[in-house]
């Protein structure tokens, strides 16, 4: 992750399942690409993330569809330290990882959409990982997690509301709520579809798409 020139970077972390991942997926993470002015994006797949059941399709399928998607947008990156590290995959570890391997002065922001991040509080180290990191809360389709800052227990006194749709923590870390395309797309659906045969086309990349078939993923 250190750059060779070391210098200092606005860096996107992008955790997600990807089960598959999804034209939703890569057309927010480009708009908060532009909104935010990240030198990159980094999607970190998870190998087993620790709020869902067991994914089904393995973390190396995965994590082969996001490298497929990506291919070709110079700001994207793709990184396998979740399927390296095994077991459950806490994004507080991987925000450390990122952290440690990142040029100092580096700017770190965990992009996340609403329906995850309403699910926030119940994530290891919650809410010392608020220290180490910027959030960007991205909203989506039919989820309702939106400014104001709902955070239970004591969290939320430790921000403070700077505008509309930012929040400062008493560190100087900030969460920023960001609107963008609301797409009705997850991979829940695409799983569906592709069970009973329908076509997945245009809701996946064409890439992503063919090695599902070539696999015979999610049959
Ligand atoms: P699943 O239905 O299996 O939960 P998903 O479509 O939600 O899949 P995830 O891998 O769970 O995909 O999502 C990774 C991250 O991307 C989450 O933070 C999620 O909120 C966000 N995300 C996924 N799809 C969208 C979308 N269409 N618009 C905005 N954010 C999204
Ligand atoms: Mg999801």
Redesign the pocket.
Known sequence: MKTETGARQRIGL??????P??I??LR?AEEIREQFALHRVVFVPSFMPPH?KEPGVEPQHRCAMARLAIAGNPCFELSDIELQREGNSYSCDTISHFRRESAPGSELFF???????SEVHTWRRYPEFFEHCGFIV????G?CAAPPLNLPGSAARIFTRLDEDTYEHQCGTRIFFAR?S????????I?ARAACGRTISYLVTPSVERYIREKGLYR
């Not at 992009?111 to 991040?117: E, K, L, N, P, Q």
């Open positions: 992008f955790g997600g399942t990807f089960n991942v999804h939703g997926h927010c869902k992009i996340i959409g609403s329906d995850a991040f991205m909203s989506r389709a989820s963008v609301a797409l009705e797309i997850s991979s829940t659906d799983r």
